[in-house]
């Protein structure tokens, strides 16, 4: 299959050019293309430039606002409730986790929620937001439901990722960013797109029995929580999707559950509920950065099962593929995908599109 190497300046420009001709003020597309392109420089390709015909629909249909700031609703010394008021996700989000780092600086810890927000990519963008303050970053949201439950064939929950970043020294840090679902929808859409089988355990048919095929998860069937069947452990998954809804849905009063509308089908608006936490390790034991670094060294350096397999902690996958792109020169996307991508700014009037000369082999 054909790979095209794109510079993260084309792509970041080519997003904000799409967003503009929609409508978007300009720092609100500057805000959703930082957050795409990291998505895609840090490998998770479900929730970059593969996202932003959504984003363009739901501002073109006005379902999703173009005007106006996220609101401090209420707030103490530690916490905040924030209206999104119906903005773009990363408008929301970037206001919500840049609030919760100032309350930590004062105080400790901020622990912000927002309703009235939309899709905001990947949530490790806003944990990682605190380790720039050498602070600990948490971020959570609810989506569109996705999920099926154990035991259940209708899907109830959406995918609730998790984000949990930490500082250690020398700027490694340990970095968490999953969905509570097995994969993300993103990832099944790509197989689709590309006519590949799914591995078992992704997700399942309408009868809520596991399957390999994309378009019975697509069509009348859901993704499966963590862990997969009940015998496989799904049941964790499915708690920990219902853990985000508490922080996010049901703490912020926003939508939740069956209650959010259908997955891209922009028939109201998404109120989606979300979640930002900033702690400050200072205010904690001392020693924490390098009490990190000892953690992360201790799975690091240990015997592998496969010699040509190293153990990994959270964040390092995704730095190898940051470091695959500066080798490269930019990140690599399957040719489908820009094809696709171009074909939608031309709908929305953009004439500069995405290069595709560059091709790689793989």
Same mark, same amino acid.
């Given at each position: 299959?054909?790979?095209?190497?794109?510079?993260?300046?084309?792509?970041?420009? &080519?997003?904000?050019?799409?967003?503009?001709?929609?409508?978007?003020?300009?720092?609100?597309?500057?805000?959703?293309?930082?957050?795409?392109?990291?998505?895609?420089?840090?490998?998770?390709?479900?929730?970059?430039?593969?996202?932003?015909?959504?984003?363009?629909?739901?501002?073109?249909?006005?379902?999703?606002?173009?005007?106006?700031?996220?609101?401090?609703?209420?707030?103490?010394?530690?916490?905040?409730?924030?209206?999104?008021?119906?903005?773009?996700?990363?408008?929301?989000?970037?206001?919500?986790?840049?609030?919760?780092?100032?309350?930590?600086?004062?105080?400790?810890?901020?622990?912000?929620?927002?309703?009235?927000?939309?899709?905001?990519?990947?949530?490790?963008?806003?944990?990682?937001?605190?380790?720039?303050?050498?602070?600990?970053?948490?971020? &959570?949201?609810?989506?569109?439901?996705?999920?099926?439950?154990?035991?259940?064939?209708?899907?109830?929950?959406?995918?609730?990722?998790?984000?949990?970043?930490?500082?250690?020294?020398?700027?490694?840090?340990?970095?968490?960013?999953?969905?509570?679902?097995?994969?993300?929808?993103?990832?099944?859409?790509?197989?689709?797109?590309?006519?590949?089988?799914?591995?078992?355990?992704?997700?399942?048919?309408?009868?809520?029995?596991?399957?390999?095929?994309?378009?019975?998860?697509?069509?009348?069937?859901?993704?499966?929580?963590?862990?997969?069947?009940?015998?496989?452990?799904?049941?964790?998954?499915?708690?920990?999707?219902?853990? !985000?809804? !508490?922080?996010?849905?049901?703490?912020?009063?926003?939508?939740?559950?069956?209650?959010?509308?259908?997955?891209?089908?922009?028939?109201?608006?998404?109120?989606?509920?979300?979640?930002?936490?900033?702690?400050?390790?200072?205010? &904690?034991?001392?020693? &924490?950065?390098?009490?990190?670094?000892?953690?992360?060294?201790?799975?690091?350096?240990?015997?592998?099962?496969?010699?040509?397999?190293?153990?990994?902690?959270?964040?390092?996958?995704?730095?190898?593929?940051?470091?695959?792109?500066?080798?490269?020169?930019?990140?690599?996307?399957?040719?489908?995908?820009?094809?696709?991508?171009?074909?939608?700014?031309?709908?929305?009037?953009?004439?500069?599109?995405?290069?595709?000369?560059?091709?790689?082999?793989?």
């Amino acid at each position: 299959m054909s790979r095209c190497l794109i510079s993260q300046a084309e792509v970041q420009a &080519f997003i904000e050019r799409c967003m503009v001709a929609v409508g978007t003020k300009p720092h609100h597309a500057h805000s959703l293309a930082e957050v795409l392109v990291e998505g895609d420089h840090r490998g998770h390709y479900s929730h970059g430039l593969n996202r932003m015909d959504m984003y363009v629909k739901d501002i073109r249909s006005g379902i999703c606002a173009k005007d106006g700031e996220p609101v401090v609703e209420k707030e103490s010394a530690a916490t905040a409730l924030v209206d999104g008021k119906n903005l773009l996700g990363p408008v929301v989000g970037n206001f919500c986790m840049n609030l919760a780092i100032k309350k930590a600086k004062e105080v400790g810890i901020g622990w912000v929620v927002a309703h009235g927000s939309n899709h905001y990519g990947i949530a490790g963008y806003y944990a990682m937001q605190a380790l720039k303050k050498n602070m600990i970053g948490m971020a &959570f949201t609810n989506t569109s439901p996705l999920v099926v439950p154990t035991r259940g064939k209708e899907c109830t929950l959406g995918t609730n990722p998790i984000s949990v970043a930490a500082p250690a020294n020398d700027g490694d840090s340990f970095v968490l960013d999953m969905a509570t679902s097995a994969v993300a929808l993103g990832k099944i859409e790509l197989h689709e797109r590309r006519k590949d089988p799914i591995p078992e355990g992704w997700g399942c048919d309408p009868q809520g029995k596991l399957t390999t095929d994309p378009k019975k998860v697509l069509t009348g069937g859901g993704l499966v929580p963590i862990g997969g069947n009940e015998d496989t452990g799904g049941y964790k998954g499915y708690g920990l999707g219902m853990m !985000v809804e !508490v922080f996010c849905g049901i703490l912020a009063g926003a939508q939740y559950s069956k209650h959010i509308r259908t997955w891209k089908v922009t028939d109201r608006v998404a109120n989606l509920g979300q979640c930002f936490v900033a702690i400050n390790p200072e205010m &904690f034991a001392p020693g &924490f950065s390098d009490r990190m670094s000892d953690l992360l060294s201790i799975q690091r350096s240990m015997e592998p099962a496969d010699p040509n397999l190293p153990v990994l902690a959270a964040g390092d996958t995704e730095r190898m593929n940051m470091k695959k792109c500066e080798e490269l020169g930019g990140i690599s996307y399957h040719i489908n995908v820009v094809n696709y991508m171009n074909d939608c700014a031309k709908n929305v009037g953009v004439s500069k599109l995405l290069p595709c000369d560059r091709l790689l082999s793989s």
